[in-house]
Structure formats: structure tokens, C-alpha cells
């Protein structure tokens, strides 16, 4: 185990509560054991009970997706924690379509709920207390894919593009009562949703087009540094923006994409 501690030897988050949704696995794990690292007290959440939530937090099985499910998280986090310091939206995903008119209303509608009204609720639930101790810190986990839409996931990048509009709007409403929200986008990442994801792709037999609807496959063509990201490159961004080293960051969106959205 890790320990991340500041200057004076004291475990760098030590105190703080946290809330991490979509913290069974990947991203959601890795930012969990983070966390925990840093001497955070973390409950993670996620759909389904799994054994692959870092044995260190206290989970609970929530569906973010509606409103009733936001306010039961919101309820155990107060039960559990006392209350929140630290908010970690990591739940997201879309399955793709082979175009944006083979993407049925419904999926739309899931997409905005998981990936943007998720947020949205449990925000609304948890900011009041932070606005009472005037202090708090929230991640909203977007896509470097945002800029570059293509069709498959049309669904899905512009529920992220909303998300990140809503971050930053959030952030100036927040930021006098102390409270810092950033927006992190990760690219291509080594994880059991995202394998699983490109493999849907691949098998929907896109062919290379204008719009760049063929599913990507060689990481060395799309990634300048080489290789896949891992779930604690993007995991270290996230302790970075929670940590009292990004204490003048708000409003901000943290691209962790290997180069793979910045080209020339």
C-alpha cells in the first residue's frame, strides 16, 4: 500500500470524507484506493454488489440513474460518513449503435440519466452540507472523447459535453461558499467496461467512413505516448483535484488522454 502523505508526515486527505459512484471497478476502484491511500473515509457505490471493492471502504449498492436511488445514496453516505467532503461521480457508460439514428429513445434517456442527471441529483443532495461547513470537493468523470464526437456514441459524448457544461456552471455557483468542482476526461483506458465496450464495437463491423465510425484497435495509432492509460493514471488526477495542491482549481477539466485528442 501507498501512503500519500503532505509535508508534515500527515496522510494527505486524513479527516476527509468521500463518495465515489461507479467505485467497484476500473476507474471507480482505482480512485477508491486512492483515497484510502490518502487517509480518506470512503463509501463506494456502484449497480451490483461485487468482491472487487477495495476491502478498506464500506460500500453500498445504489442505481444512480433515478431519483429515488440518488436520495438513498444520499442517506447512507449521512448515516455512514456523517457527512460528505468529497464527491467522486464516476458511474457512466453507453453501449454503441452503428449511427445515431439506430439509437432508440430509451438509451438516450439512460444515457442523460447515468451520465449527466446522476450528478445532477446527487449534487443537489449532498452540496447543502458542504455549503453549511463552506468547504467540499467534486469530480464529475467526463470523456476526452467530448470535442471529437462520432456516431456511435453520439448518446453518450453529448450527455459528457452537458456534464461538463453543468460542472463549470456549478463551480462559479459554489466557489464562494468554498467549494471547488473540476471535471476529469479520460481517454482510451485499460478497463473491464471499456474492453467491453471497443469489443461491441468491433462487432457492429463499422466500416472506416468520414466520420470516423470505425472502432479504434491499435494503440499505437491512436495513443502518441504508446499505450492504453491505466485506471490510476486517471485515478491520480482525481487525488490531485480533491487535494489541498489544487486549492486555486475550480471550473476546470483535466484531459488524461496520452496525447490521444490532442493531435495537430
Known amino acids: 500500500m501507498t501512503t500519500i502523505e503532505n509535508g508534515s508526515g500527515k496522510r494527505e486527505l486524513a479527516g476527509k470524507r468521500a463518495l465515489v459512484t461507479g467505485g467497484s471497478r476500473g476507474i471507480g476502484a482505482a480512485v477508491v484506493r486512492q483515497l484510502l491511500d490518502a487517509g480518506a473515509e470512503v463509501l463506494a457505490t456502484a449497480r451490483s454488489a461485487t468482491s472487487t471493492v477495495p ?43 452503428k449511427g445515431s439514428s439506430a439509437i432508440p429513445d430509451e438509451e438516450w434517456q439512460d444515457a442523460l440519466d447515468l ?43 453529448a450527455a459528457k459535453a452537458a456534464l461538463e457544461n453543468y460542472s463549470r456552471g456549478l463551480a462559479s455557483e459554489l466557489a464562494p461558499f468554498g467549494i471547488r468542482v473540476n471535471t476529469v476526461s479520460p481517454g482510451r483506458t485499460a478497463t473491464p467496461g471499456g474492453e467491453a465496450t471497443r469489443e461491441q464495437w468491433a462487432q457492429m463491423d463499422a466500416a472506416p467512413d468520414q466520420n470516423n465510425t470505425a472502432a479504434p484497435s491499435d494503440t499505437n495509432s491512436i495513443v502518441p505516448l504508446g499505450r492504453d492509460g491505466q485506471p490510476e493514471d486517471i485515478a491520480n488526477a482525481v487525488l490531485f483535484l480533491v487535494s489541498d495542491r489544487a486549492s486555486w482549481l475550480t471550473g476546470s477539466s483535466l484531459v488524461v488522454d496520452g496525447g490521444e485528442f490532442h493531435r495537430g
Not at 67 to 83: N, S, W, Y
Not at 148 to 155: D, E, G, K, S
Open 115 to 157: 451520465n449527466l442527471l446522476a450528478s445532477v441529483r446527487l449534487d443537489s443532495l449532498l452540496t447543502p452540507g458542504m455549503r453549511e461547513r463552506r468547504s467540499g470537493m467534486i469530480v464529475h468523470v467526463s470523456s476526452a472523447a467530448v470535442p471529437t464526437p462520432v456516431a456511435p456514441f453520439l448518446h453518450y459524448t
Open 55 to 97: 476491502e478498506r471502504a464500506t460500500f453500498v449498492q445504489a442505481d444512480v440513474r433515478t431519483r429515488a436511488g440518488a436520495e438513498a445514496l444520499a442517506a447512507a453516505a449521512q448515516e455512514t460518513l456523517g457527512g460528505v467532503d468529497i464527491v467522486v461521480h464516476n458511474a457512466g457508460g453507453a453501449r454503441p449503435h
